[in-house]
């Protein structure tokens, strides 16, 4: 007994222990679920991810089908779980284990974006399964905007490769119904060119710069609600692949030249190393702001300059050209260097190429690496390539390569400095003050500094140099890092490229799962609110699954895990959403060949619009010409000439017919259509002027469908009109072309 103890009776301490016990039991419980839950201010030692613990006795073997098979089995839990809960609806939200549509009776958002995912792994009655809904289900006639580039990218890139892989694979997922000479029918070519022809209204802009926004039913374009009414580069000029594929299959070059005129507009802005602003006016098909970067908006118009070389098979040399300006741009302008590991980064200049360069990577950037390397072979392994070229083989290529392979570490170094070993949607990175940058377009001797290896070591040096904003550690299950791990591995054939691809399913698959709490069974994956957190709580889970889960990430894991022969690099192109295209040769041809050529390369500009010169954009925002607004007062002709519908107009102006992507959120999402932008008409403008009501404040725009003919209806027209054109005329702004 202890002096400093109370003493009780033994009846009444065996009494008051038995409460006390269970008192404590209950507390040590509630204490236990609130920090499992991540709800009390400290949580358990911080299970950093070990590779150690991801090494495995098959690396070095050549025979990696086990891990393919590994990923088929995650894409098909994926499936069952969205056909269960959400079966074609356009969102999944396997938490809530429902689903809801974008728009009225839905767009076939996830079925369409991962079936050709389906077709490559060889599943059959998944196939046949969605096959059907397409069939029965699908159409575009909601009378709801949509965004462009999401829509062509998902969707049209989708059906137009399902059409590809079911006449040129028929032995992937054959179905029993398809003609034994024309296998695939027409179902999917003939949803793609329905989709397309709707899509062709974002196109009829006064400068081709197609509008971040369409509504289907009506095919008409609609000006951003955001961003001062500009689209995003990247969905502007991230439709070319796609548009040319469908021309090519069906034979009218409208589709071709509608997205061509794109990329002839935005070359026409002659902007300085080929690196352009993310944001341009349909307008005016002149740049918003300054702000230079790779990652969201800006990434995959790059990406399709080089994807648009290859996809033809290496005719249109502009194309690589304007690559090739572009990539030496990246280098003088955007690389730098981490502090300690002197990693590669590929920065922004969020103020312009004169301003500070600021040391960020959104993981959208990271699909750079892969499409370095397809640049710098076509496709080919490094030592086809080099055998090829002989002497052609230049210290450029290997300086590129180089290039490709210090980025690709970088890209791995985002997952492997998280406790998951997931990567974030952004990280940001400790430099030099000034930073380091690219040397060698000034000294031809410069080497890049030699940059440190990524240790398993949780204190190395190398783990300071990545900085992980709160905001910024999600991971919406995206792709670009394994796409690139894919083409890295194709075309170098270093075996790294696998093992790291392996570690990063592991932590996907781990982490990212969705398991029934009754069964013990996993039945989905999702997005993390965080992958700071290893074990990942219930709670930082997201009720949502992107569908380029199934369409891209999966997809690439796959791709990587399989033989060199499914589906070569040099003779298929992947658009941005992963759907593989055929590359096809036009040398030759009348109908199908570039349809512009580069302006001559005078001063390059970097600098602010006039209307942009304050900064941030004021009431007069939509400038198409002097003294005018978009919506107020401006008619086109059929060539996208301005119609001068007031002899006394003040504002005559000459309409240049030469001038002419991340993955983005829906301009106008939430607002009913009549609220959205069209171009009105001259003469209500002049009778609101004459009224006093026009002020300098935009006014509301109405959204009319009365005048606006549908596809099918223009369609008729436009056949009438080019009958009637002379054969050499080429409408590069309407339906016509037919006589290209």
Known sequence: ?????????????????????????????????????????????????????????????????????????????????????????????????????????????????????????????????????????????????????????????????????????????????????????????????????????????????????????????????????????????????????????????VYWDRAELVIKAIDAQQREDGLLPIFIYPATGEFRGENIRLGSRGDSYYEYLIKQYLQTGGVETLYRDMWDEALEGVKKHLITYSSKASLTVLAERPSGLGHVLTPKMDHLVCFMPGTIALAVTGGETVEKAKRRLGTYWTKKHDENLALAEELMKTCWGMYKVTPTGLAPEIAYFQVDNPPRQWEGHLDPNWTPPVSANLSDDVNA??????????????????????????????????????????????????????????????????????????????????????????????????????????????????????????????????????????????TATSKLSEHDAAGDNSKDDFVQFAGRRIGEGVRFDKDGKPINTNSNSDHDHEHDDTIEHGHIEESGQGKPPTEHSVLESAEQHAERRKKGEDSDEAAPLQNSRAGRPKPQDRLAKEDADDAAADDDDQDITGRGGKSH
């Not at 909601?142 to 062509?152: Q, W």
């Not at 990942?536 to 895990?561: C, G, I, P, Q």
């Open 1 to 253: 007994m202890y002096k400093d103890k109370p003493h009780f009776p033994a009846s009444r301490r065996r009494g008051l222990l038995q409460r006390k016990r269970v008192q404590l039991l209950l507390g040590l419980v509630g204490i236990f679920i609130l920090w499992w839950t991540g709800f009390l201010p400290f949580g358990s030692k911080v299970q950093y991810y070990n590779p150690a613990e991801h090494q495995h006795i098959f690396f070095g073997h050549n025979d990696w089908s086990a891990q393919r098979e590994a990923v088929k089995e995650v894409f098909l839990t994926t499936w069952e779980g969205y056909e269960k809960y959400a079966w074609g609806l356009d969102e999944y939200h396997p938490l809530s284990r429902k689903g809801k549509n974008m728009v009225e009776g839905g767009m076939g958002w996830i079925i369409v974006d991962a079936l050709d995912t389906a077709i490559m792994m060889n599943l059959t009655s998944q196939v046949a399964t969605a096959r059907a809904w397409i069939s029965t289900s699908l159409s575009y006639n909601a009378d709801h905007d949509v965004n462009t580039f999401e829509t062509t990218i998902r969707m049209l890139g989708g059906l137009l490769s399902a059409y590809y892989l079911s006449t040129s694979f028929p032995e992937l997922a054959p179905q029993r119904d398809d003609d034994f000479n024309q296998p695939g029918e027409d179902l999917y070519i003939e949803k793609a060119t329905d989709l397309a022809d709707r899509l062709l209204g974002a196109y009829d802009s006064p400068s081709g710069i197609p509008y971040s926004s369409i509504n289907l039913n009506t095919s008409q374009g609609l000006i951003n609600h955001l961003d001062g009414g500009a689209s995003s580069t990247a969905e502007a000029a991230t439709l070319q692949l796609e548009m040319k594929y469908l021309s090519k299959v069906t034979g009218e070059p």
């Open 461 to 602: 040096d190398w783990r300071d140099d990545y900085n992980i904003h709160d905001m910024d550690g999600h991971n919406l299950q995206r792709p670009e890092t394994v796409e690139s791990l894919f083409y890295m591995w194709r075309i170098t054939k270093d075996p790294k490229y696998r093992e790291w691809g392996w570690e990063m399913f592991e932590a996907f698959r781990e982490h990212t799962k969705v398991v029934d709490e009754v069964q013990g069974k996993v039945y989905a994956y999702s997005s993390l609110d965080t992958v700071m957190n290893n074990p990942v709580r219930e709670h930082k889970r997201r009720d949502n699954m992107e569908s380029f889960w199934m369409a891209e990430t999966l997809k690439y894991f796959y791709l990587l895990f399989s033989g060199d022969d499914f589906f070569p690099l040099d003779r298929v192109v992947f658009n941005t959403e992963a759907h593989p295209l055929p590359v096809f040769d036009i040398r030759g041809s009348k109908v199908f060949k570039t349809g512009w050529e580069r302006s001559k390369r005078g």
